[in-house]
């Protein structure tokens, strides 16, 4: 089902993309896919530092470029008539460096005062840390991800996605929306403070409330979630990994008549529940030997028949290849200026009466520079000509 543009939950929503890499092109492109009308502003000349990259053309797609020089008073300048036609701005560079450029949000609400001004940084607009720099893996390891991840006596690992830039990128986009609620209601913009770290701690499920309790903080322990039995990784007898997580009192029991052993229900090492807590070395290694004797397929056709929660551990060619990703549209092909057709994710979430889309490739750079300057601004064609021959434009 595709939406029309003008019928699309976003439609009538400008969104300036000043922002580089990955937080904020995402959550300006999450924006763009449900009918904002996405402007990205680049440097002159060199644009984005992620431009060519297959990220670059995932992470921007359906957004129009233009170049500006937002440095120099006449770029800065024709940025903030920019802002004065747009509803949202979504920026990701260190704090102070829109002040820096004349260009701070209270003054951009002068005269536009609905404007809502995305900021995504590292640590935030506030605090001690705010000059720190930051990237992903750092806001990993400072929102205490790292420190979980991996295996006892080993070294701490990073998880295998880009879980702040892109958990970041989710959060600031319903920051957006927040705001321009808060706008029916005030008629005022307002910033939206983004810290990559604070997405990725508010996932961080009831780590800090354990914390309180215990005065301990918990250990690696690899593929063991203390307190969550049974779920671990059982290997098939094919090889394959299998992802078992039975771990409420009826699922555990259906694993159990599901692998042909029910009189473990009532097996005094599981029960009550605290038994089954405390030996999940035990149970796990139950399941590990029934798995072990079994192809992946048979394990999965028996599981999905009791209903027990399980899944291969799937790799991108297994996610490529599966009906389920393909019936749901999770797997998709854009095209790209650099590298051709690209296999990239679908549109989430999936709205039943007005589904976002995908409307183009990402763009090259300056590519909507005349439909952007001359069209929507008007600047006329001396102007417009004299601001590109300074390397403004």
């Known amino acids: ?39 990205k502003v680049e440097p002159p000349g060199t644009g984005d530092a992620n431009r060519g990259s297959v990220s670059f053309a995932q992470d921007n797609r359906g957004q129009k470029s233009v170049t500006l020089d937002v440095t ?11 802002c004065d036609v747009s509803d949202i701005l979504v920026e990701n560079n260190r704090p102070g460096a829109l002040e820096k450029w004349g260009l701070a949000p209270e003054t951009l609400r002068e005269s536009n005062p609905g404007l809502v001004v995305v900021r995504i940084s590292g640590y935030g607009q506030t605090g001690p840390y705010r000059d720190r720099a930051g990237f992903d ?8 991800i790292t420190a979980l991840t991996g295996y ?9 996605y880009f879980v702040a830039d892109y958990g970041a ?7 957006a929306l927040a705001a321009l609620r808060a706008r029916e209601l005030s008629g005022r913009g307002q910033d939206v403070d983004m810290a990559l770290y604070e ?45 078992v997580n039975a771990t409420t009192q009826r699922s555990f029991e259906k694993l159990c008549q599901a692998m042909g052993q029910p009189e473990l229900i009532q097996d005094p090492r599981f029960t009550p529940r605290k038994h089954l807590l405390e030996n999940h070395a035990a149970i796990h290694a139950i399941i590990a030997e029934w798995a072990a004797a079994r192809e992946l ?33 999770q797997v998709i092909s854009v095209d790209s200026t650099d590298h051709g057709q690209l296999l990239q994710p679908g549109v989430v979430p999936i709205l039943t009466e007005t589904p976002g889309q995908v409307r183009g490739r990402a763009p090259m750079l300056g590519e909507h520079n005349e439909e952007v300057y001359r069209g929507l601004l008007g600047l006329a064609e001396d102007e417009y000509g004299r601001l590109r021959a300074a390397g403004v434009l």
């Open 297 to 329: 397929e048979d394990c999965q056709q028996t599981l999905d028949r009791f209903g027990v929660p399980a899944t291969k551990v799937y790799n991108t060619s297994d996610i490529v290849g599966d009906p389920h990703f393909a019936a749901r549209h």
């Open 1 to 39: 089902m595709q939406t029309p543009a003008e019928t699309a939950p976003l439609s009538g929503i400008r969104v300036i993309d000043a922002g580089q890499i990955l937080a904020a092109p995402f959550c300006s492109t999450l924006l763009g896919e449900f009918g904002a009308e996405v402007i």
């Open 152 to 160: 006892p006596g080993l070294p701490p690992v990073r998880p295998g």
């Open 72 to 82: 120099r008073p006449d770029g800065a300048a024709l940025f903030r008539r920019l």
């Open 137 to 144: 893996r750092v806001a990993l390891a400072f929102a205490g």
């Open 199 to 243: 997405a990725v701690w508010r996932m961080s499920g009831t780590h800090a409330a354990n914390y309180g309790l215990s005065g301990k903080d918990r250990e690696r322990s690899g593929n063991y979630f203390p307190g969550v039995v049974p779920a671990e990784q059982f290997e098939t007898s094919d090889g394959q990994f299998l992802v």
């Open 169 to 175: 990128g989710i959060f600031a986009a319903f920051g």
